[in-house]
């Protein structure tokens, strides 16, 4: 039973439009969230995070929303940018453990030039 | 600075062979993480530590599993009698502290034939 999904495998934009990623979680217990890009070969990256006091993180290009009703969050990246192309992972900890990642299947971004 | 390195970076075993995976975590950090990654999902929680004691080895699939940090730096995944299902990415991640971001190393993909 997946807890965190990313229903989209994959995702392409263009250069300098918006890209938006989006995940979804089943426990109301995960009380943070995070985002990890993933580049072949290397392992994840930490992107942002966001807490569940909060409904919105921004980072420069990143801006992460968190819908705690809908069990919801996104990923906004404005604007995107070749460099950007990678794999995004959703992942969320808490229910009792703050250490235990929970990841989704992940994202895969093409950012057309 | 140095990241976290792991190694080997690809490791085949033949079906029955014992495997043993190291991580080197960011000199400091507290916490260590190994994860698995199977091809197309997203990394699973296999076990962590905090120095040298592992604390939680829920994420661990099966008792051919074992791994251990002895002087809570270094740590190494072993796996005995390597099955095809164990086939995957191993992802370690150190962080300073528990609840802290987690970095991860560039992973060893084991391929059992």
């Known amino acids: 039973d997946q807890q965190v999904k990313q229903n989209s495998p994959s995702l392409s934009v263009q250069e300098g439009r918006i890209s938006i990623l989006n995940c979804d979680y089943t426990n109301s217990m995960f009380d943070y969230f995070l985002w990890y890009k993933k580049y072949p070969a290397e392992g994840p990256t930490f992107l942002i995070s966001?807490?569940?006091?909060?409904d919105k993180n921004e980072d420069g290009r990143f801006t992460v929303f968190l819908n705690k009703s809908a069990k919801h969050l996104s990923l906004h990246i404005v604007p995107s940018q070749p460099g950007d192309s990678a794999v995004y992972f959703c992942a969320a900890s808490g229910a009792g453990s703050n250490y235990k990642l929970t990841f989704g299947k992940g994202t895969l971004l093409t950012v057309n030039p | 600075g140095a990241g976290v390195s792991q190694s080997p970076r690809y490791k085949v075993a033949k079906r029955g062979q014992d495997v043993a995976l190291r991580c080197d975590p960011i000199?400091?950090?507290?916490?260590l993480f190994w994860y698995q990654q199977a091809l197309g999902q997203g990394p699973e929680f296999l076990t962590y530590?905090?120095?040298?004691?592992?604390?939680?080895k829920s994420g661990l699939p099966s008792d051919r599993f074992f791994a251990e940090r002895p002087e809570g730096s270094v740590s190494t995944l072993k796996i005995q009698r390597t099955q095809q299902e164990d086939s995957a990415v191993y992802l370690c991640a150190s962080s300073l502290r528990q609840d802290n971001e987690q970095f991860f190393g560039p992973g060893t993909r084991l391929t059992v034939l």
């Open positions: 966001i807490s569940s006091i909060k």
């Open positions: 530590f905090q120095n040298e004691a592992q604390l939680d």
């Open positions: 000199s400091g950090h507290v916490s």
